[in-house]
């Protein structure tokens, strides 16, 4: 089946010579709605607001124009204009393809799901597994060594000092959530599901179990001033436990890149959460950064999430666009694989990118 670009695609794809380019907002009950308005060709007129089926692809097109016909000094813009052009600019393909240098695309990602799981997601499931038990005054110490297998384990621990063990089946549900279901929780029949999520905002897990009535929250917040955690269990709907306090910044020299890959170079702020993982946080210049990453030198994985965004007149926030990655590292390879964060997306990264995997092998390519 041949696939036919839609009229308003055929539009778009032929624009050039930009005479005016305007990105506006419309209010509607409150809320804005980024807009586009484009002459070119002396002639021609293009205007497209977010609503519209066409408008992602739009703004890429008006900035691959635009960073190619700039240097000639004639487009019209306005300062807020220009200043939502400039900063696209910096997540053009050109910035992608130098984060690729070396790598080459692979079918699927064979290790990075395993580390993530192993590396990540395991210590915040022990960590929430602590603070149930810790509501029963119960004190888990956990094994080093434990049995798993790509998704599936078994968590062995001394509860009480008595022998315990937690088989457990943890599954991506989506480039944004992972599934832990955890079983042997106070009793070996009982089960614990755990949702994390890790986006812009920071990490929100929510859990329960099927059997006494336990459930909560734990999220680590980092779109405030101060990053914040708050730890809340119920049971029977009955607040047991909470907490909530400041997320304490690490003692790395402040401004020091964070480990993984970045759409751009920017100054990190380096958190460090109780359960080890650590949160690399720039924001400036209307873009915000946030990597989670964790694990040593050997075997070490990252999941970063960028997002285009500029205040308005009104400082109303405008999302241009989320980037996110995820990164294994160890010492005889890189695995990267690009995320699928939904909406909002610039159009290039969610076609081109988004959902693709890419190896690097060390010692290959460029001195790595």
Not at 79 to 92: A, G, H, W
Request: proline share 3%; hydrophobic share 40%; aromatic share 10%.
């Amino acid at each position: 089946m041949v696939k036919r670009m839609s009229e308003i695609e055929l539009q778009i794809s032929s624009i050039k010579n930009l005479d005016m380019v305007n990105f506006y907002h419309l209010f509607d009950d409150g809320k804005s709605l980024p807009g586009m308005l484009a002459y070119y060709d002396s002639t021609k007129v293009i205007n497209l607001c977010a609503a519209d089926k066409g408008f992602p692809m739009l703004l890429d097109k008006i900035v691959e124009v635009y960073s190619l016909e700039k240097q000639y000094g004639r487009i019209v813009l306005d300062y807020n204009t220009k200043q939502v052009l400039d900063r696209s600019i910096s997540c053009s393909k050109s910035n992608y393809e130098n984060m690729l240098n070396g790598f080459s695309e692979t079918a699927k990602p064979i290790y990075l799901d395993k580390a993530y799981i192993h590396i990540i997601v395991l210590p915040l499931v022990k960590y929430i597994i602590d603070g149930i038990y810790g509501v029963n005054d119960m004190t888990v110490n956990w094994n080093i060594y434990n049995k798993s297998w790509y998704g599936r384990g078994v968590l062995t621990a001394s509860v009480n000092e008595k022998a315990t063990k937690f088989p457990y089946l943890i599954a991506r549900q989506n480039d944004k959530m992972h599934r832990a279901i955890i079983n042997g929780l106070l009793r070996p029949d009982n089960t614990l599901t755990v949702d994390i999520i890790h986006d812009l905002r920071g990490i929100g897990v929510t859990f329960k179990d099927n059997l006494y009535g336990y459930a909560g929250s734990l999220s680590a917040d980092v779109f405030g001033d101060v990053p914040m955690l708050k730890f809340e269990i119920l049971s029977a709907g009955e607040r047991v436990f909470f907490n909530e306090s400041a997320i304490p910044e690490s003692d790395a020299e402040e401004g020091r890149v964070a480990i993984g890959l970045s759409l751009a170079e920017a100054e990190f702020k380096e958190y460090i959460l109780p359960w080890g993982e650590t949160i690399s946080l720039s924001k400036s210049g209307g873009k915000m950064q946030c990597i989670f990453s964790a694990g040593d030198v050997s075997d070490r994985i990252s999941l970063g999430i960028c997002s285009e965004r500029l205040d308005d007149k009104t400082r109303t926030p405008i999302d241009l666009g989320l980037f996110a990655y995820i990164l294994f590292e160890s010492v005889a390879m890189k695995e990267l694989h690009f995320l699928d964060m939904g909406y909002p997306q610039q159009a290039l990264y969610k076609e081109e990118y988004a959902g693709k995997s890419y190896t690097l092998k060390k010692g290959e390519h460029h001195g790595n």
